[in-house]
């Protein structure tokens, strides 16, 4: 049963990162466009509040579908976007072509998440997520410094169309060895998904990732600006510091999932402490070689810890309604990124890069003590 779980991984490289390959591409992209980078940024908004105000929604009208149909479908989709955004002539068809795609994204990821847990049980759910989640660790080892590599040599908008061509490619792929898998065992009904609402320790779940992603999203979305203006680095250097970055996920990647069937808050907690020290350092070690890989080894391994943290966590709270919780924290995690991004560039446009590793860590500070507080609630039953 390993071999599913394996092509959802690597449909989920690049699900994930078509997401986030912007990040690297910013820079590029709003020179291109004539815009500023913190208008350029708003694409990153733009795809992450869609995601957020649509995707709990879409995840528990098509969780009734078929699973293989519906993940060949989304990769399609992903095609089409991506290279729409290959050809993008002005900032709003590239918007519309970031549009496309979050409203796939998270149908995608949690009902893979779904998929994965009902294959090896849900006592091992971190595990088979982290499996799950190694595409995404994998879409930031290779996807987006790979693709800064690409823009850099080629252009961002051959970027796009790679990711075109691999989007159609695995979709071959789960065509032709994906089998068709049954819906759901203990389905619960589109109504009935929306009950765990009523929990007030759901709704500090999310609001706890909310939160999270807020802060990682505050400085990561302008990593590659950081990286060029304050350190002084071209593309070529940019792409390889994010592929170090990357890289180190896969750390973290492995250690999230180990520690978040253990307890998931007091995870949340741990790796929210070490990626504070790695934010704030960052910056005052720019020019140090030593101290900025660090820093931003620190930063990788929690960004990819919480990232699988956060999303075993809610499936773990509502075990009735697990790919519906698993689209609410995808949700809260957009929301997070959305207004991270458009935090750090406002916080650009009035004290300067300096300032973000310190708004980010205020977020994440938050965040920690929301997880202690949330310990003190008792988990019930809100879905019959």
């Not at 979305?221 to 203006?229: G, K, S, V």
């Not at 890989?293 to 620190?298: D, E, K, R, T, V």
């Amino acid at each position: 049963m390993l071999l599913p779980i394996l092509l959802l991984s690597a449909a989920g490289f690049t699900v994930l990162t078509t997401e986030f390959v912007i990040v690297g591409l910013l820079p590029a992209i709003a020179r291109d466009l004539e815009v500023s980078i913190p208008q350029a940024g708003l694409l990153v908004t733009l795809f992450a509040f869609t995601v957020a105000a649509f995707g709990p929604f879409l995840t528990a009208y098509f969780a009734r579908f078929e699973r293989r149909k519906l993940f060949i479908s989304v990769l399609i989709m992903f095609g089409l976007a991506n290279t729409l955004a290959a050809f993008a002539p002005n900032i709003w068809v590239m918007a519309i072509a970031r549009l496309i795609p979050a409203l796939g994204l998270p149908v995608f990821w949690a009902l893979a998440s779904e998929t994965a847990v009902d294959i090896v049980g849900p006592d091992f759910a971190g595990r088979a997520i982290s499996k799950i989640g190694f595409g995404i660790v994998c879409a930031t080892v290779f996807g987006i410094p790979v693709g800064t590599l690409i823009s850099d040599a080629f252009g961002w908008r051959s970027a796009f169309g790679i990711l075109a061509v691999i989007a159609f490619a695995k979709a071959l792929l789960l065509f032709i060895y994906l089998p068709s898998t049954n819906l759901h065992q203990h389905q619960v009904s589109f109504r009935s998904q929306f009950k765990i609402l009523r929990s007030p320790l759901m709704i500090g779940h999310v609001l706890l990732s909310i939160l999270v992603f807020s802060g990682m999203f505050t400085a990561y979305t302008y990593l590659a600006d950081i990286l060029e203006r304050l350190a002084g680095f071209n593309g070529t250097v940019v792409g390889w510091c994010l592929m170090g970055f990357g890289a180190v996920g896969l750390i973290g990647n492995s250690l999230g999932g180990r520690a978040v069937d253990r307890h998931p808050l007091i995870a949340s907690v741990t790796f929210c402490a070490f990626m504070i020290a790695g934010m704030v350092a960052l910056v005052p070690n720019i020019h140090s070689p030593l101290g900025l890989a660090a820093a931003m080894g620190i930063w990788g391994v929690t960004q990819a810890a919480l990232f699988l943290v956060s999303h075993v966590r809610l499936m773990k709270a509502a075990p009735e309604a697990p790919a519906f919780a698993a689209s609410l924290n995808i949700a809260g995690a957009n929301l997070g990124i959305g207004l991270g991004a458009m935090v750090g560039g406002r916080v650009i446009d009035s004290v300067g890069l300096q300032g973000l590793g310190f708004a980010a860590a205020a977020f994440i500070l938050v965040s920690i003590l929301l997880a202690m507080a949330l310990m003190t609630f008792k988990p019930r039953e809100v879905c019959a």
